[in-house]
Nanobody, 119 residues
Framework: VQLVESGGGLVQAGGSLKLSCAAS????????MGWYRQAPGKERDVVAR???????YYADSVKGRFTISRDNAKNTLYLQMNNLKPEDTAMYYC??????????????WGQGTQVTVSS
């Protein structure tokens, strides 16, 4: 499975961005996907997750501002980010798992897309 993120960039505080993650390869094996982010000097943290049945999870810091979704026909995962804050600045990574519910781990990761929010 290959994951390619896009949609990052520089935006002012209060603005919006929509990230995309295109999946290819043995995508039939995927049952969970998620977005993570890592700021300089910090650990990589979960932003949002979505299951095969489209149940979602959001980190408290992004609830009400970010929306995760997936288009199975296009094999693409999205993250709509609204009301962005400077503390959202980070490298954003897409992840996919084949047995996430049992292992709690993702098997595949993208290369990341940079999001920078200016104050």
């Amino acid at each position: 499975v290959q994951l390619v993120e896009s949609g990052g960039g520089l935006v002012q505080a209060g603005g919006s961005l929509k990230l995309s993650c295109a999946a290819s390869g043995s995508i039939f094996s995927i049952n969970a996907m998620g977005w993570y982010r890592q700021a300089p000097g910090k650990e990589r943290d979960v932003v949002a997750r979505i299951s095969l049945g489209s149940s979602t999870y959001y980190a408290d810091s992004v609830k009400g501002r970010f929306t995760i979704s997936r288009d199975n026909a296009k094999n693409t995962l999205y993250l709509q980010m609204n009301n962005l804050k400077p503390e959202d600045t980070a490298m954003y990574y897409c992840a996919a798992g084949v047995d996430y519910d049992r292992t709690g781990e993702y098997d595949y990761w993208g290369q990341g897309t940079q999001v920078t929010v200016s104050s």
